[in-house]
């Protein structure tokens, strides 16, 4: 990672969606798409989700997260998503840059990098009035499969709901609740630390049965006025 500005004179920067970093890789959206091998893989896992770099609007209410991309130096500049004041009273746009390579083989901790992302993901949204989305990646990607975390009212309480289309009928945990005719199935819970800290796993089951990878994935956050789907 480094603060230095990428881009040179005759170097092109596009807005790229960015996919879920899981095993050492990121995929970018731009006019076309591209696998890359992400050497800091770590630190990027560690903003994304985070709510602290840009994002675009998906539909109204919904956002997802952009970086600009040098496909010619194999760069990323994840800009800050809200300019920091100045000592002279101007507002500057932080950021940091990321190296991309060619990509290869995924890493062993694939599962374990996207059950991180997603925990920072559902805390960042119960922080901030949002719901998360993972969802297909792509600037015209399809309405499904989806996966839904919402927490909302209930009476004095809080109800945690997950919700995913199309069913997840190969897996045992979704199974039992899915109910013939329903375009999507929900599962929902009192909102406590417990039900919340398995939220992950539990939509980590759903996303395994798209047959996707990872990095055909991205994160949408939506707000809490809006419907949630």
């Known amino acids: 990672m480094s603060n230095d500005f990428p881009l040179k004179p005759g170097d092109t920067g596009t ?6 970093c899981a095993g050492g890789l990121v995929r970018t959206w731009t006019e076309s798409s591209r696998l890359w091998s992400v050497p800091d893989d770590e630190y990027l896992r560690s903003v994304m989700g985070s709510g602290t770099i840009a994002r675009t609007a998906r539909e109204e209410h919904r956002f997802r997260e952009v970086a600009i991309l040098s496909e010619d130096t ?15 009273g101007t507002l500057q746009v932080q950021g940091s840059i990321i190296e991309l390579q060619p990509a290869h083989e995924p890493s062993e901790s694939t599962y374990d990098d996207v059950r991180e992302l997603l925990t920072q993901a ?22 499904e499969p989806f996966c ?15 919700e995913t289309a199309p069913a997840p009928s190969g897996s045992e945990i979704w199974a039992p609740h899915i109910v013939a005719g329903h375009e999507s199935t929900t599962l929902s819970a009192p909102a406590n630390a ?36």
């Open 15 to 20: 807005v790229a969606q960015l996919s879920l």
């Open 74 to 88: 194999g760069t990323l500049w994840l800009q800050s998503r809200f300019p920091s004041p100045t000592d002279d």
């Open 122 to 143: 559902i805390g960042h949204a119960l922080n901030n009035n949002e719901y998360l989305l993972v969802e297909h990646g792509g600037w015209d990607a399809p309405p």
């Open 148 to 162: 839904l975390f919402i927490v909302i009212p209930d009476g004095d309480g809080f109800v945690s709901i997950i």
């Open 194 to 229: 417990d039900t919340i800290e398995v939220a992950p796993l539990i939509m980590l089951d759903a996303i395994e049965t798209w047959g996707l990878a990872p990095w055909d994935l991205a994160l949408t956050f939506g707000t809490r006025q809006s419907p949630a789907v």
